[in-house]
Nanobody, 120 residues
Framework: QVQLVESGGGLVQAGGSLRLSCAASGRTFSRYAMGWFRQAPGKERESVAG???????AYADSVKGRFTISRDNAKNTLYLQMNSLKPEDTAVYYC??????????????WGQGTQVTVSS
């Protein structure tokens, strides 16, 4: 069973930064694709960023140039560095794990989420 535990959320002013972390356990972390998703109140969940098992990254247009996804395979940890935060980035952020090496389909495993609130 894969377990994902997010941390690092909080309240920040617009223009500020946060770094989210996701500690993974239960399987070979380095082999599989991972991603960050978010869901704002009243909106559908959306993909924010993803990273393949080989390290290829992908980003939503709304966060390109501001967010950076990375992984530390030695620590079984996924990160999301968020800079120049905007009020519209306010959401619950979820870490997710795929059962494939590449970013395809829907992740099978999900964390419990961490709240990010950006004040104007």
């Amino acid at each position: 069973q894969v377990q994902l535990v997010e941390s690092g959320g909080g309240l920040v002013q617009a223009g500020g930064s946060l770094r989210l972390s996701c500690a993974a356990s239960g399987r070979t972390f380095s082999r599989y694709a991972m991603g960050w998703f978010r869901q704002a109140p009243g909106k559908e969940r959306e993909s924010v960023a993803g990273i393949s098992g080989g390290g290829t990254t992908a980003y939503a247009d709304s966060v390109k140039g501001r967010f950076t996804i990375s992984r530390d395979n030695a620590k079984n940890t996924l990160y999301l560095q968020m800079n120049s935060l905007k009020p519209e980035d306010t959401a619950v952020y979820y870490c997710a794990a795929y059962v494939t090496v590449i970013l395809t389909g829907t992740p099978r495993y999900w964390g419990q989420g961490t709240q990010v609130t950006v004040s104007s």
